[in-house]
């Protein structure tokens, strides 16, 4: 289990560029749908056509469609800002080294080669770096799951 919690944190944060983007995306497409709702009709005021007695059956149907397009939407992009946040927060409590290492290797897509030579310091040390900053991500995505996974259960008699 110990591997999960690790291999899902680099899972995120090899993604991240595409969560932000799939936010602005999101957020364009609930911005369209608010402004074309697609439902046009004749007021039908005073005629009983339907339940709620405003407007005919196929177009409460639309905006009934919409609306919960609309709300799907909704609960996608505060699902999406909660993660890059959770994301954003764990990685301003890393250290510079370790943050800028992310950086390079997570979100501009670097190798060790270029990493360790850009920050001077061996590939096998941004490795270690790489990976206890990886621990550290992990607890803030995870929370205390994340950090008993690394703590041997230790029980008294």
Not at 47 to 59: G, L
Not at 95 to 121: A, C, G, T, V
């Amino acid at each position: 289990m110990k591997a999960d919690y690790y291999k899902g944190t680099e899972k995120i944060l090899y993604n991240y560029n595409y969560l932000k983007a799939n936010l602005e995306i999101k957020l364009k497409e609930l911005h369209e749908i608010q402004l074309d709702d697609g439902v046009i009709a004749i007021n039908y005021e005073g005629v009983s056509t339907c339940k709620t007695y405003k407007i005919s059956q196929p177009i409460e149907a639309a905006a009934i469609l919409n609306l919960e397009m609309i709300n799907s939407i909704t609960q996608n992009i505060k699902k999406l800002k909660s993660k890059i946040n959770s994301i954003e927060m764990s990685l301003s409590l890393l250290s510079d080294e370790e943050r800028e290492i992310i950086q390079m290797k997570y979100f501009d897509s670097m190798n060790w080669i270029q990493i360790s030579d850009k920050i001077n310091i061996s590939e096998r040390q941004a490795h270690r770096i790489k990976h206890n900053a990886i621990n550290k991500i992990k607890i803030g995505l995870f929370g205390i799951r994340a950090l008993e996974e690394d703590m041997p259960i230790i029980r008294s008699i």
